[in-house]
């Protein structure tokens, strides 16, 4: 059975770090592309970072350029998402998912994980 799970969450003040973890049963992370989404209460799920199967491609969104940093373990089947300089702004529901359909950052995926809360306080 394929089952993503994303883990790290919680609660940090502005400015603060967070590193979350990609996991993942039933197949390798390695055989495809990972990106990382958030979705705050009231909008839309949007993509913050992926990567392709080696890693050499990283695609981030603006939002998060020079604060967010998505690295992975292929031998470990990991995928993480350093997350630096926190911002209220950054508070949402986290998720990862593997096997996009379309573009990179875009929420269409096969497989997602049930996310994990990220909030940042002031």
């Known amino acids: 059975q394929v089952q993503v799970v994303a883990s790290g969450g919680g609660l940090v003040q502005e400015g603060g770090s967070l590193r979350l973890s990609c996991t993942a049963s039933?197949?390798?992370?390695?055989?495809?592309?990972i990106g990382w989404f958030r979705q705050a209460p009231g909008k839309e799920r949007e993509g913050v970072s992926c990567t392709s199967r080696s890693g050499g491609e990283k695609y981030y969104a603006d939002s998060v350029k020079g604060r967010f940093v998505i690295t992975r373990d292929n031998y470990n089947n990991i995928v993480y998402l350093q997350m630096n300089s926190l911002k209220p702004e950054d508070t949402a529901m986290y998720y990862c998912?593997?096997?996009?359909?379309?573009?990179?950052?875009?929420?269409?995926?096969?497989?997602w994980g049930q996310g994990t809360q990220v909030t940042v306080s002031s």
């Open positions: 998912a593997a096997g996009p359909r379309g573009a990179c950052l875009s929420p269409d995926y096969n497989y």
């Open positions: 039933g197949f390798r992370l390695s055989t495809t592309y």
